[in-house]
């Protein structure tokens, strides 16, 4: 095979780079509130072969990945991501091994397992070995900022793309406005009138009190799905709310190492991994082998492009979340962005390698080009003070 990738490729070039993408207006969910998306992307080179990664994260990452992990793989065989994940992982010890450094992690392991796979001229689902060809999502959205016109009209889409499920935001400010909160789901529950499920995600707003009050009346709502009730640090509280409650309970997104799949599979009746925050394709499928084993279902979390391979290679996952923000950013990110049909994603037909994507020219949206104040997340204040503030300008 003249185009395998032998041991004697190695890694002789990583390539980083920090992006901000816009949204079309503020958004907000119960505890944060944005205006952009910061991505950063990694390529990784090995003789005529270039991998790419991304994750959702800080462009903090790009001095990570450029001044650490980088020197860890560099000059070595690129045939194993696995050992260079360790390599990388070991090398952030003193660092710590979450947040920005493991989504640092997650990049590069995206990068070197598409690297990997175009080196053997198989697609990364039929290296894993693919078991189904396509996989369900669903619609994801419904910001606590969003009027109720355009929550109607997100859900409508939701519905004419085939979703068998939609989620919307509350825990508004904090839990501070739970009449509304209520109010906007029950909207939902009458817009989709039992054509799908409808899922809430608190994003931790709520306390433990506020979200036994609120699950109950989720419940006689029929919604199936709480994301988290209360703070995914708080597993107890967690662990409470699922016994107690007939919705799901679900969290996860913030797991990043196999032991946090160990502590939330007993608190949850999901865990949602995100393959960008839990160490890449590498950490993603041994944090989804451990719940597997412990009999645990597995959401995938926002990043849909990047979970397509994984949830066609596992059959298992339940799901992969058609989140909005990222739905709209991936075709400008990337050449052949996965789109929705019938309410699944597929599995690329005809020749594809790796992942299947490429980059695009994306100079426009490089952080560098930008003004300082693009570059970062902000806490929730006070919502009442975020819209008076749109309305001024």
């Known amino acids: 095979m003249p185009h395998a990738m032998t041991p004697a490729a190695v890694v002789n070039q990583v390539e980083v780079q920090a992006l901000s993408f816009p949204t079309p207006s503020p958004e907000s969910d119960g505890t944060l509130t944005w205006d952009h998306t910061d991505v950063v992307t990694v390529e990784v080179r090995a003789g005529s072969q270039t991998g790419l990664g991304w994750s959702y994260t800080s462009p903090a990452a790009v001095e990570l990945i450029r001044t650490v992990l980088a020197h ?26 979450r947040g920005v450094v493991m989504a640092a992690i997650s990049a590069m392991d995206i990068a070197l397992w598409d690297l990997r796979s175009r080196g053997l001229r198989v697609s990364l689902a039929d290296l894993w070995g693919a078991e189904r060809d396509s996989v369900p999502v669903y619609g994801s959205g419904g910001f606590t900022s969003m009027g109720l016109e355009e929550l109607d009209a997100q859900v409508d889409q939701w519905l004419a793309d085939g979703c068998a499920a939609v989620k919307l935001k509350i825990g508004e400010n904090w839990g501070r406005d739970v009449t509304r909160d209520l109010e906007r789901v029950a909207r939902v529950v009458n817009r989709v009138q039992g054509d799908a499920e409808v899922m809430v995600d608190a994003n931790g707003g709520y306390s433990r009190s506020q979200a036994m009050q609120v699950g109950q009346d989720l419940d006689l709502l029929g919604v199936s799905w709480f994301e988290e009730p209360v703070s995914s640090e708080d597993l107890r509280g967690l662990g409470q709310l699922r016994d107690a409650l007939s919705s799901e309970v679900a969290a996860g997104e913030y797991i990043a190492e196999i032991s946090d799949t160990r502590a939330m599979c007993e608190a949850v009746d999901c865990v949602q991994l995100d393959v960008t925050r839990c160490g890449g394709f590498t950490g993603w499928r041994r944090c989804a082998a451990y719940a597997h084993a412990a009999h645990v279902p597995v959401s995938a979390h926002c990043a849909p492009a990047l979970h397509l391979p994984l949830a066609i290679s596992d059959g298992a996952v339940r799901h992969i979340e058609w989140f909005s923000d990222h739905a709209a950013l991936e075709p400008l990110l990337i050449e052949d962005a996965p789109v929705v049909r019938g309410g699944r994603l597929a599995h690329a037909q005809g020749p594809t390698i790796g992942h299947g ?22 806490a929730v204040t006070s919502l009442d003070t975020h819209r008076l503030r749109r309305r001024r300008t």
């Not at 065989?77 to 010890?93: F, I, Q």
Request: aromatic residues 6%.
């Open 357 to 378: 994507y490429r980059l695009k020219d994306v100079s426009r949206f490089a952080v560098d080009a930008l003004p300082a104040h693009q570059s970062g997340m902000h």
């Open 72 to 97: 860890e793989v560099l000059g070595e065989d690129a045939s194993s991501p696995v050992r260079l994940w360790e390599r990388m992982h070991r090398a952030c010890r003193n660092l710590g091994t």
